[in-house]
Nanobody, 130 residues
Framework: QEQLVEAGGGLAQAGGSLRVSCVAS????????MAWFRQGPGKEREFVAA????????KHAEAVKGRFTISKDNAKNTVYLQMNSLKLDDTAVYYC???????????????????????WGQGTQVTVSA
């Protein structure tokens, strides 16, 4: 189990920007695929974005493509989710997750399925207001 701690959530206006971060235990980012999921009020948890262990491949959900960007800084053990052009529907608790047992090459795409991720953070609330 990896230790993951999210931060940076808060309140933003529709059309605005926010960045959430996830600090992982040392060396996690260099060997694990990392992802962001979210769960809005009354909704099921859904995939948002993922980046593979090498940083050579990313995936973004259709709902956030072009607005959100996942990135990471191995030296800081931190994964980021930059969220621009926020919408009311982006209101959710955002969770960071790690998948550390899959292996794969430097260009292997990270998984979208929540079941692939075995370590989870506690979540950070993002609220978008009109």
């Amino acid at each position: 189990q990896e230790q993951l701690v999210e931060a940076g959530g808060g309140l933003a206006q529709a059309g605005g920007s926010l960045r959430v971060s996830c600090v992982a235990s040392e060396r996690t980012l260099s060997r694990c695929d990392m992802a962001w999921f979210r769960q809005g009020p009354g909704k099921e948890r859904e995939f948002v974005a993922a980046i593979n262990w090498s940083g050579g491949a990313t995936k973004h959900a259709e709902a956030v493509k072009g607005r959100f960007t996942i990135s990471k800084d191995n030296a800081k053990n931190t994964v980021y989710l930059q969220m621009n052009s926020l919408k009311l529907d982006d209101t959710a608790v955002y969770y960071c997750a790690a998948a550390c047992t899959r292996g794969g090459g430097i260009w292997s795409p990270p998984p979208r399925g929540a079941s692939e991720y075995t370590s989870w953070g506690q979540g950070t609330q993002v609220t978008v207001s009109a």
